[in-house]
């Protein structure tokens, strides 16, 4: 019989009981922020506990225990040379993660194994300076010392699982979790192609997506003093700016974003074109963002990239309206805006004779002053 094997392959993992001494949070977790990565056991609990809003679910678990029913996924912290080509249903793997010496590290549950952690531990909650946690009973404490877990035998295993659980499916991360996970996967080795089939993005196109805008963020750190935080908050923001085609030409970027290369995604005649761009997405820390809403990038900033004079205007003054104004050229513009002046001045016309009020007169007295000087203007033959 072949020897098949896949992510789901075989009988369906078993939950094993596992104290939660012997469970360990997952430092390259892409949901942790980038500074946290690779922290210590402690540091990943403050983290958690300040970003990841445990309170309520510390409120749940005191109150109702752990539900089996969501078990934690987990893979050996240390696995030995000698299984790891083991059939990961044999009894000897089964006997493996069952010992009392098999560490753990999970990979899906943080936030529910950070969570019973605290709750068990009144000394680190002070440590970490976390007030107003509920007491447990003994029966809860009990329940939370065990946690269920489903072990895979290496990480590799479960990238479809948190693929289709995370990118892919309902309980979606995060736009930048989201990029950084995929960008984890190609440095172990997968390329964009196998990624996109692990995680079963059937589009295609939103895998390369989110990798060329993790990378082109990426570049912005390396070549700038920027803070890339709000971003990083924001990503999606810039997800939808490089789906734009006039935005791709305004960055030197190829049509087809498989066609980036992701050591340098932007070439260096157009960084500072980078550089404007994410700012007026996210401002840089000296120059507010101007754009404030998703739909601006389309409306509005797509539009006004494919002219260099509105280019100019929106850098020189960050007036988006009025960079997008000029998206035609600054004398379409200007038709434009006399072309409307008429037509409030033609409506003013109807009704004046009933309103020969001071007030009137004097705004139409400030009108006549601004024909004279643009007529004094547009009919100078000085250049």
């Known amino acids: 019989m072949t020897d098949v094997r896949f992510s789901g392959y075989g009988r369906k993992r078993p939950q094993v009981n596992k ?43 005191a109150e109702n225990g752990y539900f089996d ?10 696995l030995p040379s000698e299984l790891e080509d083991i059939d990961p249903n044999s009894k000897e793997f089964q006997d493996f993660i069952n010992r009392n010496s098999t560490e753990l590290i999970v990979v899906e549950g943080n936030r529910r194994l950070a969570t ?38 290496r990480r590799s295993e479960v990238t479809p699982y948190l693929g289709v659980r995370h990118i892919m499916g309902i309980q979606k991360w995060d736009s930048y ?5 995929i960008v984890q996967l190609t440095e172990s080795g997968l390329s964009i192609k196998q990624v996109q089939e692990q995680i079963g993005d059937k589009q295609r196109g939103s895998t390369t997506q989110s990798y060329v805008a993790y990378k082109l963020l ?16 924001d990503f999606s923001l810039l997800l939808l700016a490089i789906g734009q085609g006039n935005i791709k030409r305004f960055l030197g970027l190829p049509r ?33 963002r101007v754009i404030t809403d998703s739909r601006l990038i389309t409306n509005r900033l797509s539009h006004i990239v494919n002219s260099a004079e509105a280019v100019s205007y929106l850098e020189r003054t960050g007036d988006l309206e009025g960079a997008y104004e000029r998206t035609d050229g600054e004398e379409k513009m200007l038709l434009k ?16 004779h009933r309103h020969k009020t001071p007030e009137v007169i004097s705004e139409a007295e400030k009108c006549e002053q601004t024909i004279k000087a643009l007529l004094k203007i547009v009919r100078s033959t000085d250049d």
Do not use: C
């Open 19 to 61: 104290p939660v001494s012997l469970l360990h949070l997952d430092s390259q977790n892409p949901r942790l922020p980038e500074e946290a990565q690779g922290k210590s056991e402690e540091e990943l609990l403050n983290v958690l506990y300040k970003e990841f809003y445990l309170d309520e679910l510390a409120d749940s678990m």
């Open 69 to 78: 029913a969501e078990p934690l996924v987990a893979v050996p912290h240390k």
């Open 116 to 153: 019973a952690r605290l709750l068990l531990d009144l000394e680190l909650r002070e440590k970490l300076r976390i007030k107003h946690w509920p007491s447990l009973s003994e029966q809860v404490a009990d329940d939370l010392r065990i946690l269920p877990v489903i072990v895979y035998l």
């Open 177 to 181: 979790a989201k990029a950084r996970y």
């Open 218 to 233: 990426e570049q912005v750190e390396n070549e700038f003093d920027f803070d890339t935080r709000r971003a990083k908050r």
């Open 256 to 288: 087809r974003l498989a066609e980036v290369n992701p050591d340098e995604p932007v070439a260096t005649e157009n960084l500072d074109d980078l550089r404007v761009l994410v700012t007026w997405i996210f401002g840089d820390g000296k120059k507010e």
């Open 337 to 352: 805006y006399l072309s409307t002046a008429n037509l409030k001045l033609e409506g003013a016309l109807g009704v004046a």
